[in-house]
């Protein structure tokens, strides 16, 4: 597949002021998103990973403009045009937003109550000044790709299980037929058994209409399993960058790695792998001098507190922010065993 | 098997809710023993029945209509007492909550209250249970601190909870369960309101103080990854039934229930090739005011039949293991 990127993202940045006292003044900034750069192209799943605080979301809305970057551009390289949506109008948002569309976490807070499906679903439509008859036309041609039934446009969404919202909220992102979507933890609200089946919609809608995405999710596996390629954020920095065998396989990252050993595995003979990274993400408003991971990396050397790491390039598309990333020896060995395994059972 | 002593028994345990729109009934037919030194792990999705079952356990649900027996066995050679048969505001449960059996709750947020410091949240529980003068209960509660790994404890002592991070709450409530040096520990969820890293370190907590403390688990999750590293015996529940209940190996390896079957099948493992089509069980998990009768799983169920309408038979498929299911009896 040849790689045409459809999204460039060039040092984007969002610093949040931290306001304190009687007069609001402003004590901090929270560099949710600090010079993040990455491409996605046509017809692929980037994934973006990292745990709470760490700016996937932030870097989500700014993808959408819901929120204001402070800095960089973002590229999208629609079929006639490019925007950049980092500066683009309103009316060159209203181009943009049929292009890119988002869906959301929480199937139960993205969804107005007082609205029928029907209109949710048509909202981006009436957006783009859409006509009633014809948006409700294309409801009733989407519902079928979502596995709902045209029953379900006329109810309400506390009429409907978690699964059915989230099927709501992904026809609502796709009603425009956006090349681009960006789907932020959208199955992490659901339950086990149903999980499976949005998971499976995704890649299912994927491959029928040519979809681009990018995937938020601080479920691992689940990550691994729809994307090709994965960009690891720590304290709103990239820290690796590269495909899925990259990272999971071959990563260079003290972080990702550990991220990727705290991986529950679910089988009950294999307890021995699980490596815990001691300490906690320290807090954005004051994240450690040098290299942000450097408070908990097990290799940490004196350069790494004074001197931040650049993002480099090991080859290949793989891209790892660690001062010491050609000489680090990620093996299993130096991960300590965590419980002891079970005997068969008697 | 070295010593199977049971601490906890609980046997035909139903717990109903009447509401306005008819009677919830959240835990219908639950039994199973925890044995000294344990974990037994509960896994279920939302509406099954796994935080009911762990609150009528401490009697936290006193407006409910419980019925069953559980049976708690205190160390030495006293009697067991039936927790069902007790006042759920009198001073014998409250003797043995908290300091018996301990609970820590999913929302680490939520469950420690704001307008007091971590320090005095920790000696109410130490001052209810022992009778200890003031600066020994703070002695207590501060080596508690040090033993659930908050670092630099004396003076964590005195900070309020928002103060703390998630992982750092979790810590507390961990802390304020085992300071009386609990029997058995009921964690609902611990993890789940957690990153991936805190919770492997909260699991560890929890797995080395079991070990340390010898002390039973009652592990309730939705997360099939969390008990298959934690659990030695495994109650899978839906919609209030029991599903299935086996030796966690045994459960991992040979399911027998279909829902228990699909579950295993339906999560991402790190063989999984990438990007197939993940097993799913088709629909969801029903109200639990409209639960069908007979098998709750049968409109879920790939090898539902005519006989699943009735009530399935408990079919038991070695000493521990057994399985809700019509299945695998013959007509």
């Known amino acids: 597949m040849p790689d045409t990127p459809i999204l460039q993202v060039e040092n984007l940045s969002k610093f949040f002021p931290v306001q304190r006292g009687l007069l609001r003044r402003t004590v901090g900034h929270v560099k949710a998103v600090n010079d993040v750069s990455f491409t996605v192209n046509k017809g692929e799943c980037l994934g973006l990973v990292g745990e709470s605080g760490c700016g996937k979301t932030t870097v989500a809305r700014c993808l959408l403009r819901l929120v204001e970057p402070d800095q960089g551009r973002i590229l999208l390289h629609g079929e006639q045009q490019t925007f950049d949506i980092a500066s683009a109008s309103r009316k060159e948002m209203l181009d943009v937003r049929r292009q890119m569309q988002i869906i959301f976490q929480d199937p139960f807070s993205s969804l107005d109550p007082r609205w029928r499906v029907t209109d949710v679903i048509a909202e981006p439509l009436m957006a783009q000044k859409v006509g009633r008859g014809e948006a409700g036309r294309r409801v009733l041609d989407i519902l079928p790709t979502v596995g709902l039934g045209p029953h379900f446009a006329d109810r309400f969404p506390h009429e409907l299980s978690g699964g059915e919202r989230q099927r709501v909220s992904i026809a609502r992102a796709l009603i425009v037929s956006p090349p681009l979507v960006v789907a932020d933890e959208p199955v992490s609200a659901l339950d086990v058994s149903v999980r499976s089946q949005i998971i499976n919609l995704l890649l299912d809608l994927q491959s029928q209409m040519n979809l681009t995405y990018v995937f938020i999710a601080h479920d691992l596996s689940i990550v691994k399993h729809i994307s090709h390629r994965i960009a690891v954020m720590y304290l709103g920095r990239l820290v690796e960058l590269g495909t899925t065998q990259q990272v999971f396989e071959e990563c260079k990252h003290p972080y990702t790695k550990a991220l990727l050993a705290s991986v529950l595995i679910p089988d009950p003979t294999h307890r021995e792998q699980s490596y815990v990274l001691e300490g906690e993400v320290p807090s954005p408003l004051n994240p450690p001098s040098g290299c942000h991971f450097s408070t908990r990396c097990p290799f940490a050397q004196e350069q790494c507190s004074t001197e931040e790491p650049d993002l480099r390039d090991m080859g290949g598309g793989h891209w790892v922010r660690c001062h010491f990333a050609d000489e680090l020896d990620l093996s299993e060995e130096i991960f300590a065993p965590q419980f002891d395994t079970p005997t068969a059972s008697n | ?331």
């Open chain 2, 1 to 331: 098997m070295p010593d199977s002593q049971p601490i906890l028994e609980v046997h035909d345990l139903h717990v109903h809710f009447k509401m306005l729109a008819g009677i919830v009934r959240a835990v219908d037919g639950v039994d199973f023993t925890v044995e000294r030194g344990r974990c037994l792990g509960i896994v279920g999705e939302s509406g099954c029945g796994k935080s009911v079952t762990a609150r009528s356990i401490l009697r936290l649900l006193p407006s409910s209509d419980t019925s069953g027996q559980i049976l708690y066995h205190p160390d030495g050679d006293g009697q067991p007492i039936d927790l069902v048969s007790l006042d759920a505001k009198g001073d014998a449960i409250r003797a043995i909550r908290g300091k018996d059996i301990a609970m820590i709750f999913q929302e680490p947020m939520t469950s420690l209250t704001p307008v007091y410091t971590i320090g005095e949240q920790i000696m109410e529980s130490i001052r209810q249970h022992q009778n200890l003068t003031e600066e020994e209960a703070q002695e207590l509660a501060i080596s508690m601190l040090n033993k659930v790994g908050i670092p630099d404890a004396e003076r964590r002592f005195g900070d309020y909870p928002h103060q703390m991070s998630g992982g750092m709450r979790q810590r507390v409530m961990i802390a304020i369960a085992l300071c009386c040096e609990p029997r058995v520990l009921i964690a609902d969820e611990p993890t789940t309101a957690l990153d991936v890293t805190i919770q492997a370190q909260i699991l560890r907590l929890i797995r080395s103080l079991q070990q340390d403390l010898d002390m039973s688990v009652i592990m309730i999750t939705h997360d099939l990854a969390v008990i298959a590293q934690l659990a030695d015996f495994v109650v899978v529940m839906y919609l209030g039934q029991m599903a299935e209940k086996a030796p966690v190996v045994e459960l991992f390896q040979d399911p027998k229930h279909p829902y228990t079957q699909a579950l295993l099948r339906s999560i991402v493992r790190p063989d999984t090739p990438p990007r197939e089509q993940l097993h799913s069980i088709s629909g969801s998990v029903p109200d639990p005011r409209n639960a069908p009768s007979g098998c709750r799983f049968r409109n879920r169920c790939p090898s539902v039949h005519d006989r699943c309408v009735e009530d399935p038979p408990v079919v038991q498929f070695g000493p521990q293991h057994s399985a809700t299911c019509w299945l695998y009896v013959d007509e």
